[in-house]
């Protein structure tokens, strides 16, 4: 047995797909020992099985009209007690030592905000002192549990987020997140057949390409991993390919810039014509959504001519109806001329550190969607991310576009 | 609302049938929100779901030959967790307050021993707290905590014993059972149509009833509920029958003797022909089926004659292969002279309390089964019990002649 000091950890976390069966945990258990065999100490997350969180919603549904929260969460969280159980069997079976651990046992105390809590500390005894007794602990992903000892969930996604809590709490040496996909690819190898699978990601990046619709990790994991140094390695629980490393790079001047397309298809604008360009008007637009709880994306508002604006936002296909129908009313109370808006959007984004620092990636991006005659609805910018706004229809033929122009079929 | 002083409690228990779907369960919740409504303190307890721990049960068996004990306790506290945040739900559906509390939260502290943990002690002040606030607390059965917070499940009637230990710990008025019968009758209703509902039944009586066959309630849970003079009404979930209350009984004399007749078809015998009559013998036998965990149930050894007796005892049909392949080989060390033995077998039992004081039971009961041509192998009695082992074949025309020999139709 290696000495307490030489110990090297990581943290594995096994998502739905990877524990959706009885057959699909055995195998996940034989990767698992794999790495115990290898020498390391290790720490499993897991999540519930396939649909069964989707099961227990329905059962909630057919009792209540509107289930309450608290209840919600005692009910969701047996999702994850249940893979975690079946986890540790199947490794105790295997010859391994093994023991499951709830939120509650393996201490990670949480807000009371039922359904979307927030971690708030881990108190990772338990799961020290069953490495310190040779066991391998398979922890409830997404939930947790508050001082008075109520069960919480964490909200979207709640199992990476709960791995790389723990990683960060244990100082492991990395977190795996295990997964169906075999890595961040420079763009949705469904859409981009020549996608190429990136080794490694800085955390920006990802945080830009995961909100932006390569949903492999949730961003407030990736958060997390950022604020903590935490190296999230995202691979596939079905093969033995590398993965992604999702890390701090610092060497930014030494690569290429651009490393990834996003695309997302599910976006529906808004645009309110003539706004007075005086204080106070974005805020009356935007208080009714965020009291609605719809959630707004990207803002552009022009500079302003002859004191009147045109205001432009973003929102889900599926929020459009119920956003304008709350904005329409405030047209004339805020003296707008008026409003029109538009569904079948779609957003392409070009993704990269230091892109910023270095000339010329908006206009080579323009350019490339002027030559695959595609319209430019809207435009943003961040740090790491210049994003356009184009037709739904054409943002296959965008994200292709931009791959090609960028070169990222290439190493 | 009612002053503390004021407040009357009762405990109710919903099993698994009466839990058994998203419709029964908001039937259920109608029920428990009647109680309420009737100005009366409600705590609930409820089993899994029907059929969802043999589905778990099942999945542990998928992942493991033979599933480790902790781990499979915390695979099957979810089962109840479910259903009581689902009992939860609807109550608060229907304008009640209910907060469903897991057996950690409840307080229900056990030992270590898993899947058949036995209850330490109760810490009620959550479930307290909870009634003063207003709210139905919705307890799990079935399950515990040791004080290293690891769940445990209590083993076979686990949830009648958690309903019972809840009503001994708060002082409650009594416990409702509820299930699919309508309460304990004078015998087995599908074997003896005119079997007769009781109104009353002493615990000593239910203890012997219960474990004789008529398995309503759990012998575990009867007799707790005897050591705290808690009154058990148990009835049906499915109707407004009274149902039938155990409690402790004290006019013994000016009532009836016998109050039921008891019966079990799983019944194999084992007889040991011509064992010598000396300390150590019965020890030599009954070691090695203790130590292979075979329930010995019935054992009867006649008078010694000549220094040589025969010594008989009963086991369940399955396990009649071991324990003959077990005791076999002592035979000879012992100085007996042979084996034989018999599956196929019944006993019929003639419980009432106080039935030992008054004469003639006995011989009431063997002169209603010769009357019905029924021969008798072997003939145990308790206090309050008169057991015969009989032919399986013979055994539901054996309940009917005794049912009305000793008149059990009849008030």
Redesign the interface.
């Known amino acids: 047995m290696a000495t307490q000091g030489a110990r090297r950890l990581i943290v594995q976390k096994y998502g739905g797909t990877s524990v959706g069966s ?2 699909r ?2 195998r996940s ?1 034989e990767r698992i020992a794999a790495v115990a065999d290898a020498g390391y100490d290790v720490v499993v997350t897991v999540s519930a099985m396939g649909k069964t969180t989707d099961e ?1 919603i329905g ?2 549904r ?7 929260d ?3 969460d ?2 969701l ?2 999702g994850e ?2 893979s ?7 490794l ?2 295997r010859g391994q030592q ?3 651990l ?1 939120g ?2 393996a201490g990670i105390r949480t807000t009371r905000l039922f359904t979307k809590a927030r971690i708030t500390d881990i108190h990772p005894e ?1 799961i020290r002192r069953e490495l310190d007794d040779g066991r391998i602990p398979i922890v409830t992903g997404f939930q947790g549990i508050t001082e008075d ?3 919480t969930t964490i909200g979207r996604g709640g199992s990476d987020t709960s791995a790389v809590a723990i990683a960060a709490a244990l100082g492991a040496e990395r977190c795996e997140i295990l997964t169906d996909v075999e890595g961040i690819y420079t763009a949705d190898p469904r859409v981009v057949p020549n996608a190429r699978k990136l080794n490694q990601i800085s955390y920006e990046e990802m945080l830009e390409l995961a909100s932006l619709g390569a949903r492999v990790m949730h961003p407030r994991a990736v958060e997390l991993g950022e604020v903590y140094g935490v190296p999230i390695l995202v691979r596939s629980s079905f093969s033995d390919a590398p993965g992604t490393l999702i890390t701090r790079i610092e060497d930014v001047e030494v690569r290429k810039n651009v490393r990834g397309i996003a695309h997302d298809t599910d976006v529906a604008k808004i645009r309110i014509v003539g706004v007075p360009d005086r204080p106070g008007v974005a805020a009356a637009i935007f208080m009714p959504l965020a009291d609605a709880a719809i959630s707004v994306d990207t803002i552009v508002q022009n500079t302003s001519l002859d004191g009147k604006t045109d205001l432009s936002f973003t929102v889900s296909r599926a929020e459009h109806s119920r956003a304008a129908a709350l904005v329409e009313p405030i047209v004339p109370s805020i003296g707008a001329s008026g409003l029109d808006h538009s569904e079948d959007l779609a957003k392409v984004s070009v993704v990269g550190t230091g892109m910023q620092s270095a000339p010329g990636y908006a206009a080579r991006m323009f350019r490339a969607l002027a030559g695959a005659g595609i319209n430019i609805d809207m435009i943003t910018t961040s740090d790491i991310r210049i994003t356009c706004i184009i037709s739904a229809s054409q943002a296959d033929e965008a994200v292709n576009a931009l791959h090609a122009a960028f070169e990222l079929d290439q190493e």
């Open positions: 009885a057959e945990i055995t258990a227990l059962l909630a057919q009792v209540s009209r509107d289930p309450d608290r209840e919600m005692q009910l969280v047996t007690q249940v975690a159980s079946l986890m540790a069997m199947a105790i079976d093994a023991v499951s709830t509650a046992q338990r000892l109520d069960v």
